[in-house]
């Protein structure tokens, strides 16, 4: 199943809640320390819970968005001629895109598009002038991003694509998910521990440079890792939970293994979808026994989202970059506000300190409601 070229990741950049950049983003998903404090972007009065992981001056998402794409063709070493032909792939929430009124000075005045005009007019802002398209398939929506750009790029139908999503917590998003009582109370995600009561939500606005090895060769661009594989599969099981043994989405990672022409043992960590609640954590566990088998419970696993919070749409972009980061720096990150192990979730979860990166070889996973599951399997270079 392998494509005929390699796919190369040459730039990135992110915001968070940990900060701008990619240094910001390392540097926080290594030292564990969550960034969930009171929301005051809007009024959260009557609200179950009150905290989120935001970052405290923000422009509109749209020019959030112009910035990061800017930014990460700058580090790949993209310039204007190398942009005219790059694809747009953008992952992002449907409806106005901008916030009411932004906690900080905004970066431009153009009026925020609808979705999907708005990745045409990041294009035209970035120059950027291949094919565009936009995502809103939910908690997958970045990672089935990536996976077409790399299926493109790598069977030769473009050379360069710039995958971006963004997300930025807004009043209604948070009104659902804590009248759905999905938002933790106690204020701590806790991944895959006993304890566990829920997600919280978190900012992220993250753009990638994808490129065929030859054209990335071309420009002598750095290789930050690259896309060995990718999958994706669905559960058809219930419109909102997972299948309790984690078929979709043990089929996706074993799409994503095939494809990158690896066998199990050689993934040397995992960076797990798990949001804190009780019944997806057990079935992503599941699902990771179903791949591992008796060595599942000796791959490192951590969930990021213990720390930035569940970006919805951006979530597969910032957790691919948290995990392209922290296989080049050579450190896994913890699984913060663990409490203790859960019979449910028999795995290696990293809790007290970063780990060596035992290969270069890493998972990145994400789920989504009805049932959609994506796995991508990068290496460091």
Same mark, same amino acid.
């Given at each position: 199943m392998a494509e005929r070229e390699p796919v190369r990741i040459t730039g990135v950049h992110a915001i968070s809640a940990l900060g701008r950049g990619a240094d910001a983003l390392l540097a926080g998903v290594l030292a564990g320390a969550p960034a969930f404090t009171p929301v !005051? !972007?809007?009024d959260t009065t009557g609200r179950r819970v009150t905290v989120a992981a935001t970052l405290p001056e923000v422009g509109t998402l749209a020019d959030e968005l112009t910035d990061a794409v800017d930014r990460a063709c700058r580090a790949a070493g993209?310039?204007?001629?190398? $942009?005219? *032909? #790059? #694809?747009?792939?953008?992952?992002?929430? %449907? @409806? &106005?895109l901008s916030l009411p009124e932004p906690a900080g000075p905004a970066g431009g005045t153009d009026a925020a598009p609808e979705v999907p005009a708005l990745a045409g007019h990041l294009a035209r802002r970035c120059g950027l002038g291949g094919r565009t398209r936009t995502y809103t398939t939910a908690c997958v929506s970045a990672s089935t991003a990536v996976a077409d750009a790399a299926t493109l790029i790598g069977r030769g139908d473009l050379d360069r694509v710039v995958v971006a999503a963004g997300y930025l917590v807004e009043p209604d998003q948070y009104a659902l998910f804590d009248a759905g009582r999905a938002l933790a109370a106690d204020g701590a995600v806790r991944p895959f521990s006993a @304890? !566990?009561?829920?997600?919280? +939500?978190?900012?992220?606005?993250?753009?990638?440079? +994808?490129?065929?090895?030859?054209?990335?060769?071309?420009? %002598?661009? =750095?290789?930050? #890792?690259?896309?060995? *594989?990718?999958? /994706?599969?669905?559960?058809?099981?219930? =419109?909102?939970? =997972?299948? &309790?043994?984690?078929?979709?989405?043990? /089929?996706?990672?074993?799409?994503? +293994? $095939?494809? #990158? %022409?690896?066998?199990?043992?050689?993934?040397?960590y995992v960076n797990a979808n798990a949001t804190g609640t009780p019944y997806s954590d057990a079935s992503e566990a599941a699902a990771l026994g179903r791949v591992f088998g008796a060595a599942a419970g000796r791959v490192p696993v951590s969930s990021t989202k213990s720390v930035? @919070?569940?970006?919805?749409?951006?979530? *597969?972009?910032?957790? +691919?970059?948290?995990?392209?980061l922290t296989l080049g720096h050579g450190k896994l990150p913890v699984n913060a506000g663990w409490l203790g192990p859960d019979e449910t979730c028999p795995l290696d979860v990293i809790t007290d300190a970063p780990r060596p990166a035992p290969t270069p070889h890493a998972l990145t996973l994400n789920a989504a409601f009805g049932g959609a599951n994506t796995a991508l399997l990068v290496s460091a270079p």
């Amino acid at each position: 199943m392998a494509e005929r070229e390699p796919v190369r990741i040459t730039g990135v950049h992110a915001i968070s809640a940990l900060g701008r950049g990619a240094d910001a983003l390392l540097a926080g998903v290594l030292a564990g320390a969550p960034a969930f404090t009171p929301v !005051r !972007r809007f009024d959260t009065t009557g609200r179950r819970v009150t905290v989120a992981a935001t970052l405290p001056e923000v422009g509109t998402l749209a020019d959030e968005l112009t910035d990061a794409v800017d930014r990460a063709c700058r580090a790949a070493g993209v310039d204007r001629t190398h $942009r005219a *032909g #790059a #694809a747009l792939f953008l992952a992002t929430h %449907g @409806g &106005p895109l901008s916030l009411p009124e932004p906690a900080g000075p905004a970066g431009g005045t153009d009026a925020a598009p609808e979705v999907p005009a708005l990745a045409g007019h990041l294009a035209r802002r970035c120059g950027l002038g291949g094919r565009t398209r936009t995502y809103t398939t939910a908690c997958v929506s970045a990672s089935t991003a990536v996976a077409d750009a790399a299926t493109l790029i790598g069977r030769g139908d473009l050379d360069r694509v710039v995958v971006a999503a963004g997300y930025l917590v807004e009043p209604d998003q948070y009104a659902l998910f804590d009248a759905g009582r999905a938002l933790a109370a106690d204020g701590a995600v806790r991944p895959f521990s006993a @304890g !566990r009561h829920g997600l919280l +939500l978190g900012d992220a606005v993250v753009a990638v440079v +994808l490129e065929s090895a030859r054209a990335a060769a071309a420009r %002598g661009a =750095p290789t930050l #890792a690259t896309v060995a *594989g990718w999958g /994706r599969a669905g559960d058809a099981y219930h =419109p909102c939970q =997972p299948h &309790p043994e984690g078929h979709g989405l043990a /089929r996706a990672v074993e799409a994503a +293994l $095939r494809r #990158a %022409g690896l066998p199990a043992a050689a993934v040397g960590y995992v960076n797990a979808n798990a949001t804190g609640t009780p019944y997806s954590d057990a079935s992503e566990a599941a699902a990771l026994g179903r791949v591992f088998g008796a060595a599942a419970g000796r791959v490192p696993v951590s969930s990021t989202k213990s720390v930035h @919070g569940h970006a919805l749409e951006a979530s *597969g972009l910032l957790e +691919l970059v948290v995990t392209v980061l922290t296989l080049g720096h050579g450190k896994l990150p913890v699984n913060a506000g663990w409490l203790g192990p859960d019979e449910t979730c028999p795995l290696d979860v990293i809790t007290d300190a970063p780990r060596p990166a035992p290969t270069p070889h890493a998972l990145t996973l994400n789920a989504a409601f009805g049932g959609a599951n994506t796995a991508l399997l990068v290496s460091a270079p």
